[in-house]
């Protein structure tokens, strides 16, 4: 089955500064790449994703790059916000004709500094 | 707010009990899948219902069952409880399959004591 790698586990940045969270995954049949966002208490809502037949997808301070050769993705924050801190997890799944559940990072805990 | 309904918000219970946690998916939503998320796992996918049938399987444990009922709102039943059972519990619906975009309910934390 699929695995996904995520890195940093924690990752504390000044607030306006730049944060990258990095996947990698096992299974080249994977072609939908989810982002989510879990603060505490609440569970996880989905910020971005990406599909195979793209490289990368901007939504305002959030980008999402994919590279299928290397089997990694990332996520990018720019011009970080106090409300940026949370537990961020990355996915990956493959859907071919059945359907399965997506595969998920461990998660980044990310920091914002004030 | 998801639209996703979980309930109830917090439960506490004995080694080997039996407890069921409800959910009720987005409105038009026909996939539901429920979710363990413990500290040490993070998130693992348990199965998944489509349209009132059983679609995949992922770690569940043959202690643990769920149905989705005609309404689409389903239950997950864990039975023969266990410490290690001590997680949060998610349930998240979408429209279609796993490549549709998942929403998340706000969990069921069950505490086995």
């Known amino acids: 089955g699929e695995n996904v790698e995520q890195h940093p586990s924690t990752l504390s940045v000044q607030e306006g500064d730049s944060a990258v969270i990095k996947c990698t995954y096992s299974?080249?049949?994977?072609?939908?790449f989810p982002w989510y966002k879990q603060e505490l208490g609440k569970g996880p809502q989905l910020i971005i994703d990406i599909r195979s037949n793209v490289g990368e997808k901007k939504d305002q301070r959030i980008a999402v790059t994919l590279n299928k050769t290397a089997k990694h993705f990332s996520l990018h924050i720019t011009e970080t916000q106090p409300e940026d801190s949370a537990v961020y997890f990355c996915a990956a799944s493959y859907s071919g004709g059945g359907a399965d559940g997506l595969t998920f990072g461990k998660g980044t805990h990310l920091i914002i500094q004030p | 707010d998801s639209g996703v309904t979980q309930t109830p918000k917090h439960l506490i219970t004995a080694t080997g009990q039996r407890v069921t946690l409800r959910c009720s998916p987005r409105s038009g939503d026909l996939s539901v899948y429920w979710y363990q998320q413990s500290l040490d796992q993070g998130l693992q996918f348990l199965i998944q219902?489509?349209?009132?049938?059983?679609?995949a399987k992922g770690n569940i444990l043959e202690r643990f069952s769920a149905q989705q009922f005609p309404d689409l709102h389903s239950e997950l039943n864990l039975s023969s409880l266990e410490l290690g059972d001590s997680a949060l519990y998610f349930c998240a619906s979408s429209v279609e399959g796993a490549n549709s975009p998942l929403h998340f309910g706000n969990g069921t934390r069950l505490t086995v004591t």
């Open positions: 299974d080249s049949a994977s072609n939908y």
């Open positions: 219902y489509y349209n009132g049938e059983e679609r």
